[in-house]
């Protein structure tokens, strides 16, 4: 019985920690690839504006 209840537990956090490693990763690939569009969305949109008011 202990060693059933010691092997569930040992199961549930391997889950834990392979589901926080695939959320850590995938955060932070989203997180580059948001700031990367959301820098280049900006910038290509303020590029008229700087041309027109130079700066």
């Not at 990763?25 to 949109?45: A, E, H, Q």
């Amino acid at each position: 019985m202990f060693r059933f209840v010691v092997k569930r537990i040992g199961q549930l956090f391997l889950v834990l920690f392979a589901v926080s490693i695939i959320v850590f990763v995938f955060t932070s690939v989203m997180g580059k690839v948001l700031s990367s569009m959301f820098r280049t969305l900006i910038f290509d949109s303020a590029g008229p504006y700087r041309a027109m008011f130079g700066f």
